[in-house]
């Protein structure tokens, strides 16, 4: 199946180093990629059918350092849906004013539920049907635009009939939080001050964070497997729902 990485911070943050590692293991999930940046109510999105081991995409990613205080990012074996540009992860839609990212590793089993006109999906994936559906029941679930609790709450209450229907590990933000919902694997670590070293577990590159940081940085990041070795990542429970902001966990 696919992999995710995720970022959450307090301040904007280059996530190149976690990127590296993730796009390692794209040797396997080699059917595209897609890495998406929030900018304030801004965002930079850039996906590719193309592995992100050879994209020339990924390559001017990498050589691009985009600071972001969130970021979603997704390496493609494809399940449902062929190979194509529409079909790459992180996926884009618009609501209350801000755009949402969403991107999903697993795979959902005869689910087609019926949508309306404002929330369709373009290509031909599970994970963009379940995106739009996400993004239906939202709407109808809140008069205005609600805060990140209730958001949060809403998503524990629609998240499990996605969950039923097979694999559902997600990754989501409209750029103020980052959710993480766990199925089967998904981690996450935190760092903060003080900072240490720390080695990417699947390449030999080592980032000491202590000399790039400030006291008061903080960040929390999300990936399907640990991407370092060293560092105390925990697991998230199937059917668990992590919420980040400003680095840190949201109680």
């Given at each position: 199946m ?15 180093f ?7 293991r ?17 965002l ?30 997704h ?13 790459c ?105 003080p ?8 390449e ?48």
């Amino acid at each position: 199946m696919c992999q995710l990485l995720g970022m959450n911070a307090n301040t904007p943050t280059d996530v190149m180093f976690s990127f590296t590692g993730l796009a390692t293991r794209a040797d396997e999930h080699k059917d595209g990629f897609g890495i998406a940046f929030f900018e304030d109510r801004g965002l930079r999105l850039f996906i590719d059918p193309e592995s992100a081991r050879h994209s020339p995409v990924a390559e001017m990613v990498r050589r691009y350092p985009i600071k972001s205080r969130n970021v979603i990012a997704h390496i493609r074996k494809a399940t449902q849906g062929h190979v194509a540009l529409e079909n790459c992860h992180p996926f884009m839609r618009e609501l209350w004013g801000r755009y949402w990212v969403f991107a999903h590793n697993g795979d959902l089993k005869s689910f087609q539920p019926r949508l309306h006109g404002a929330f369709r999906p373009v290509g031909g994936t599970d994970s963009e049907r379940a995106f739009c559906w996400l993004m239906q029941e939202l709407a109808k679930s809140h008069a205005g635009v609600p805060g990140i609790d209730e958001l949060s709450n809403t998503l524990r209450d629609l998240l499990p009939v996605l969950h039923a229907h097979g694999t559902f590990n997600l990754l989501l933000s409209n750029g103020q939080a980052l959710w993480a919902h766990g199925s089967t694997k998904l981690y996450w670590l935190q760092r903060q001050h003080p900072f240490r070293p720390a080695t990417l577990a699947d390449e030999d590159l080592s980032v000491d964070f202590g000399a790039l940081t400030q006291p008061s940085d903080r960040v929390a990041v999300v990936a399907t497997q640990p991407l370092t070795t060293g560092e105390p990542w925990q697991a998230i429970a199937p059917g668990e729902l992590k919420v980040f902001v400003d680095g840190t966990v949201h109680a």
